[in-house]
């Protein structure tokens, strides 16, 4: 169902929920530099609905918080409508369940953020859903070499189908990584995109 002041949704629309949600107004959505909306932006400690901070959510009459805004666990959720995204109907749900966050992160930071151009070379650091991303993202922008970091080498196989050409395990190597693609590069990539999620 939608709220109340929704024009953009309809009921039974395909859609998947984003935690980085976006308004649509603020400058942050309006910039190519950065989606961290003053309204939606990320926030752990924001436990109910923005417009009254109350919960949807009730066991035994109890309230139960909302996770990053989304409560994706749950079975039913309710959401701000800046918090979902509508999808082609002719996707398969149970398959591009898995979509919204890890690979559109990776390949939206590659070809929003980190913009290599035909033929560079690119350094992704974490082969998981958004290392895939970003690599396909990497591929899509025409990347002549893409290297993918990775301490699971059993990762590798798996991500040639999304544009990476080489690989490096850092384990089996015995100085830093940097410096085994600086030697690979002749001095480094181009570009490279952090994926490990690793401070």
Same mark, same amino acid.
């Given at each position: 169902?939608?709220? #109340? ?12 929920? !984003? ?5 649509? #107004? ?11 909306? #003053?309204?939606? *932006? ?12 109350? =919960? ?5 009459? /109890? ?7 989304? =409560?994706?666990? =749950? #079975? ?9 995204? /509508?999808?082609?109907? /002719? ?8 979509? =919204?966050?890890? +690979? ?6 590659? +070809? ?25 993202? %990497?591929?899509?922008?025409? %990347?002549?070499? !893409? ?6 080498? /059993? ?8 544009? &990476? ?14 410096? &085994? !693609? ?8 181009? *570009? ?8």
């Amino acid at each position: 169902s939608v709220g #109340e002041g929704v024009t953009d949704l309809q009921p039974g629309d395909h859609v998947l929920p !984003i935690f980085t949600g976006e308004c649509g #107004e603020c400058p942050h959505c309006h910039s190519e530099e950065s989606n961290m909306c #003053e309204l939606l *932006r990320i926030n752990t400690e924001r436990g109910g609905m923005i417009l009254d901070g109350e =919960s949807r959510f009730s066991i035994n009459g /109890k309230p139960i918080h909302h996770f990053l805004g989304t =409560s994706t666990f =749950s #079975e039913y959720t309710v959401v701000h409508s800046g918090q979902v995204v /509508k999808i082609n109907p /002719k996707a398969p749900l149970d398959k591009v369940c898995i979509v =919204s966050c890890g +690979l559109t992160t990776g390949l939206g930071a590659t +070809l929003n953020v980190a913009k290599p151009k035909k033929g560079q070379s690119v350094a992704v650091f974490g082969l998981g859903a958004v290392g895939l991303g970003a690599a396909e993202g %990497a591929r899509i922008a025409g %990347a002549s070499r !893409i290297i993918g970091v990775d301490l699971n080498s /059993k990762r590798f196989e798996e991500a040639k189908k999304f544009g &990476v050409t080489e690989f490096v395990n850092p384990k089996e190597h015995n100085k830093p990584v940097q410096q &085994v !693609i600086a030697e690979m590069t002749n001095g480094g990539v181009d *570009r490279s995109v952090e994926c490990t999620g690793s401070v």
